[in-house]
C-alpha cells in the first residue's frame, strides 16, 4: 500500500509585470518551491512584460507537504536576478477544489519575515509538580538561508510570562544542535503559550527571522510533557505595512492536486482483468461496448487524462495494441467522414496522442532533433507573408541598399524549403528506427481505414499523417520547449520560423497541399516542396505500415522495456576523502549513464566504462547545501561499495531542472531498495566535522530528512499498472449511474432488437456493466477499510 500526493502544474502566461530593466522591460522566469525546495525553473521569456510560457509539470510529493510558491524573478546577466513577486497557494487551498485551479493570481510581495522553512525539535515539559517549566532545545533542520555564505547563524529565543532567554549562536549551519534547557516559573494561572523562536544572528545589521513555534501549555498541564518536531511558522502578529498586490502583475495558472492511496496490486486484479477480457473480445455487432460508454460518459476535460491511465494500463499488460485496435474500429463504426476522420477529440484520438508520446519521445527526438537545432542555431529571418515581411538593411562598410520584398521572402522561401527538405528526408529515412509498437499501431489503423473506406485509398495516409504530423509532429516543432527538444524557450525570430515549418509539415500531412494554398494564398511559392514533400509522407508510411517481418514471434515486444538508458549527461565530480570508485578518477567530468541496473561512468559518451555503482548499493540520492561547493546545483548519492563501507559521490549539474530530474530518474529506479536511508547529510565531510551540522562523528546519523518521494513526473516513466488501475477506479467510480443511462440510451437508438427500451432501477443489466460494479464496489471497500489517516488523505 502506498500514499501519493501528484501536483500538477501549468504556468500558462503573465501580464502587466513590473519593468525591471533600463529598456523599461523584463526577463521574467518563474521558480516552483514545494515548502521552500526549488523543484522546477521555466525558461526565460526575454524583453517582455506578459511573458508566455506554457509550461506542465507533475511532480509526486510527500503526502504531508504544507504549500507551493511560483516566484516571478527577472533574469540580469551582470549582478542577482530580481524578485518580481510570488503567489502561494497551501494544500488547505488545493484541498478545496478537488478538481483544480484555473485561473489569474495576482503576485504579491516576497516578505523576508515570511520566507520561513524547517523544523525544530523541542521538548516541552513540567518540573516539581507542575511549578517549573522547561523547554529543551534540541535542535533544528533545514532553516532558511539567510547569509550569502549560503547559511545561517541561528540562535532560539524562548518566552514565557514576559521573560526571554536566549540560547547560543551555532555559526554557518542550517541545521543546527543546541541541546540547551531554559526553564521558567509557573504563575498561578498560569500564562497560556510558551513560544520559540529562530533568529539569524548578523554582526552589523539586524537580526533576521527564521521562524516561530507557540505551544500550548494548558494541553501540557493534561499531556504532563511533548517531545517532537515542530514545523516553523511565519510570525503574523507582526504589524505590516499592506504589501502591494495587484500592482506587481498577475500570473495564469492550472494546479491540481491528487491525494491517491495505491492498494495491493491483487485489489486491482478484478477490475484489470474485467478491462482486458473487453479488449481482447473486440467489438461485438449489436451490442454497446464498454469502452463506448466510457467515451460516451468522460467529459472533454478528463479525457486527456482517462486516455494516458488505459494507454499505460495496457502497454504493462501487453494489449496496448489490441486496445488501440478496438477504439479504431468502435470509432470508424459511428458514422464519419474522410476528410474528418480522428480530426475530433475522442478517446480514440486522445489515447492515440497519448500512446505516441509515451512510447515515441526518443524517436520524435532523433527525427526533429537536427532540424530544430539548426533552426536555433542560425536564428535566420524566414517570412512568406507579405503583410508581415520586415525590410531590413543589408550590406557592409558603405555598401548598403535595402533588400526588396520579393527579395526578403525569396530568401525566406529557400530557407524554410531547406529545413522542410531536411526534416522530411530524416523521417523518410526513419522507419526502421520507429518503435516496434507504433509501427504496430499505424499498420492497424492503415487497415482498418482502408477497410472502412475501400473507395478512398487517400484516406489511410491521411488517417496516419493526422496523428504522427498533426498531433505529434506539428506541436513539437511549435514549441519544442514543451518536448523537451530545447531547454528555452525560442525567441520572436525563430518562433516565427517555427511556425511556418510546423504548418508545413501539416500541408504535408493533409496531402494534399493546394487545400492549405488556397486558404493561405502566399504559401503558394512553396507549392513545388509541398508536393514533393507530400510523395515523400506517402513513400515513408508505405515503408512504415509494410514492415512486419521483424515483429512475429509473439507479442512480447509490446510490454518490453523501451529502453534500458533511464538518463544519461556529463556531470562535474567534486572530489572528497574516500576510496569509491568514482573518488579515485582522473578526470573531474564524466559521462554518466543510468540503466535499470546500475550508474555508470566513463569519460566521454561512447569510451569504455571507468566504473559504475549498482542500484541495489544506491541508499539516497539527494540535493547538496549550496556553501559546501558553491553551488546549489550538486547532489549527492550515497551509496556502499564492494567492501560494505558507506561512500558519496557529489555531483554537480549545470542547472536546478537537471539537477531534479537526474534526482527523480535517480529515485525512481532505487524506489524499492531495501535499505534506503531516512536520513543524511546535507553538507559535507570537511577536516573533523560536517559543513551541515558540525557532528565530528563521520559515520554519524544524518541530520536531513531523505525525500524519496519527491519525483518529478515524465512521460519516460517505468510503468506503474497499480497507479493506473487507483485512477481508472476514482474515474469509473464517479460514473457508475451515468454509464447505466448512456447504456440504455445507446440501446434505444439502436432499435428494438437490441434490448429493452426505457430505464429503471428493477431493469436487468448487461453481464460487462454488473460486473464493472461489482469491482468497482469491491475497491470501495477496500478503501472503507484503510485507518482513517488514510481516509484523510483521498480525494
Not at 486 to 506: I, M, P, Y
Not at 769 to 794: I, S, Y
Request: hydrophobic content about 35%; proline content about 5%; charged content about 25%.
Amino acid at each position: 500500500m502506498a500514499r501519493r500526493s501528484v501536483l500538477s502544474i501549468r504556468i500558462v502566461e503573465g501580464r502587466n509585470l513590473p519593468a525591471k530593466d533600463i529598456t523599461g522591460s523584463s526577463d521574467p522566469y518563474c521558480i516552483v518551491k514545494i515548502d521552500n525546495e526549488a523543484i522546477v525553473r521555466t525558461a526565460t521569456v526575454w524583453k517582455t512584460l506578459s511573458p508566455f510560457w506554457g509550461e506542465e509539470y507533475e511532480v509526486q510529493l510527500h503526502p504531508t507537504f504544507h504549500s507551493i510558491s511560483i516566484y516571478v524573478m527577472d533574469e540580469d546577466a551582470l549582478s542577482r536576478d530580481d524578485v518580481i513577486g510570488k503567489v502561494c497557494i497551501t494544500r488547505t487551498m488545493l484541498a478545496e477544489h478537488p478538481k483544480g485551479y484555473s485561473g489569474w493570481v495576482s503576485l504579491s510581495e516576497v516578505d523576508p519575515d515570511e520566507e520561513v522553512q524547517g523544523e525544530i525539535h523541542l521538548r516541552v515539559e513540567l518540573l516539581e509538580g507542575g511549578q517549573r517549566l522547561r523547554c529543551t532545545v534540541l535542535e533544528a533542520r533545514d532553516l532558511a538561508k539567510k547569509d550569502r555564505n549560503g547559511a545561517s547563524d541561528p540562535f532560539v529565543c524562548v518566552s514565557y510570562n514576559g521573560k526571554t532567554q536566549e540560547s547560543t549562536v551555532v555559526k554557518k549551519s542550517c541545521y543546527p544542535r543546541w541541546n540547551e534547557a531554559f526553564e521558567f516559573e509557573l504563575p498561578d494561572p498560569p500564562a497560556e503559550n510558551l513560544c520559540v523562536e529562530v533568529w539569524d544572528w548578523d554582526l552589523v545589521s539586524k537580526n533576521d527571522f527564521l521562524g516561530k513555534v507557540v505551544v500550548s501549555v494548558q494541553g501540557l498541564q493534561a499531556a504532563g510533557h511533548q517531545e517532537g518536531w515542530f514545523r516553523l511558522h511565519p510570525d503574523t502578529a507582526k504589524a505590516r505595512e499592506e504589501r502591494r498586490r495587484g500592482s506587481l502583475g498577475s500570473l495564469q495558472l492550472q494546479v491540481r492536486l491528487r491525494d491517491e492511496t495505491v492498494l495491493p496490486s491483487h485489489c486491482y486484479q478484478p477490475l484489470v482483468q474485467l478491462l482486458c477480457q473487453e479488449v481482447k473480445a473486440g467489438h461485438q455487432a449489436g451490442g454497446v461496448h464498454l469502452v463506448t460508454l466510457l467515451d460516451e460518459t468522460t467529459t472533454a476535460e478528463c479525457r486527456q487524462d482517462v486516455a494516458v491511465n488505459l494507454v499505460k494500463l495496457f502497454l504493462g499488460q501487453g494489449l496496448v495494441k489490441e486496445f488501440l485496435d478496438l477504439l479504431f474500429e468502435l470509432e470508424l463504426a459511428k458514422p464519419c467522414e474522410p476528410n474528418t476522420l480522428f480530426r475530433s477529440n475522442s478517446l480514440a484520438s486522445k489515447s492515440m496522442e497519448s500512446f505516441l508520446k509515451v512510447t515515441g519521445m526518443q524517436y520524435l527526438h532523433a527525427v526533429l532533433g537536427p532540424t530544430i537545432s539548426r533552426v536555433f542555431e542560425e536564428k535566420k529571418y524566414v517570412e512568406l507573408d507579405p503583410s508581415k515581411v520586415e525590410i531590413k538593411d543589408v550590406g557592409c562598410s558603405g555598401l548598403h541598399r535595402v533588400q526588396t520584398e520579393s527579395e526578403v521572402m525569396e530568401q525566406g522561401r529557400q530557407l524554410l524549403q531547406s529545413y522542410l527538405r531536411e526534416l522530411l528526408d530524416t523521417i523518410g529515412k526513419s522507419a526502421p528506427t520507429c518503435p516496434p509498437v507504433i509501427r504496430a499501431a499505424f499498420r492497424q489503423l492503415f487497415q482498418r481505414v482502408g477497410e472502412r473506406f475501400p473507395q478512398h485509398q487517400h484516406t489511410q495516409f491521411v488517417a496516419v499523417t493526422s496523428f504522427l504530423c498533426l498531433r505529434f509532429f506539428s506541436p513539437a516543432i511549435m514549441t519544442p520547449k514543451l518536448f523537451h527538444l530545447r531547454e528555452t524557450h525560442a525567441d520572436a525570430r525563430t518562433s516565427r520560423t517555427l511556425l511556418l515549418l510546423a504548418k508545413a509539415v501539416q500541408m504535408v500531412g493533409n496531402m494534399e497541399p493546394a487545400a492549405g494554398r488556397a486558404k493561405e494564398e502566399w504559401l503558394a511559392p512553396l507549392q513545388p516542396a509541398l508536393q514533393h514533400g507530400a510523395s515523400q509522407m506517402r513513400a515513408f508510411i508505405t515503408q512504415l505500415v509494410g514492415m512486419e517481418e521483424e515483429e512475429k514471434g509473439g507479442e512480447g515486444w509490446l510490454c518490453a522495456p523501451r529502453t534500458a538508458v533511464v538518463k544519461e549527461g556529463l556531470l562535474f565530480v567534486h572530489k572528497t576523502r574516500g576510496k569509491g570508485p568514482l573518488l579515485a578518477s582522473a578526470s573531474k567530468k564524466l559521462h554518466f549513464c543510468l540503466t535499470s541496473e546500475a550508474l555508470s561512468f566513463s569519460k566521454s559518451p561512447g569510451a569504455e566504462r571507468c566504473g559504475s555503482i549498482a542500484l541495489a548499493n544506491i541508499r539516497a540520492a539527494e540535493k547538496v547545501e549550496e556553501k559546501s561547493f558553491g553551488s546549489c546545483h550538486v547532489m549527492q548519492v550515497v551509496y556502499v561499495d564492494e567492501a560494505g563501507q558507506q561512500e558519496t559521490a557529489y555531483l554537480q549539474c549545470k542547472c536546478v531542472n537537471e539537477l531534479n530530474q537526474w534526482l527523480s530518474a535517480l529515485r525512481k529506479v532505487c524506489g524499492n531498495n531495501p535499505q534506503l536511508l531516512h536520513a543524511y547529510h546535507p553538507g559535507v565531510f570537511r577536516g573533523d566535522k560536517w559543513s551541515c551540522c558540525h557532528q565530528k562523528d563521520r559515520t554519524g546519523p544524518g541530520c536531513g530528512r531523505t525525500r524519496h518521494s519527491i519525483t518529478l513526473q515524465d512521460w519516460s516513466d517505468p510503468l506503474q499498472p497499480d497507479v493506473e488501475a487507483q485512477r481508472l477506479f476514482q474515474h469509473l467510480h464517479g460514473l457508475q449511474q451515468p454509464l447505466r443511462e448512456k447504456y440504455w440510451q445507446l440501446m434505444e437508438e439502436g432499435g428494438p432488437q437490441n434490448g429493452p427500451r426505457g430505464c429503471g432501477e428493477g431493469t436487468p443489466l448487461p453481464l460487462e456493466l454488473r460486473r464493472l460494479f461489482e469491482a468497482l464496489q469491491d475497491l470501495e471497500h477496500c478503501h472503507r477499510q484503510l485507518p482513517p489517516a488514510l481516509l484523510e488523505l483521498q480525494t
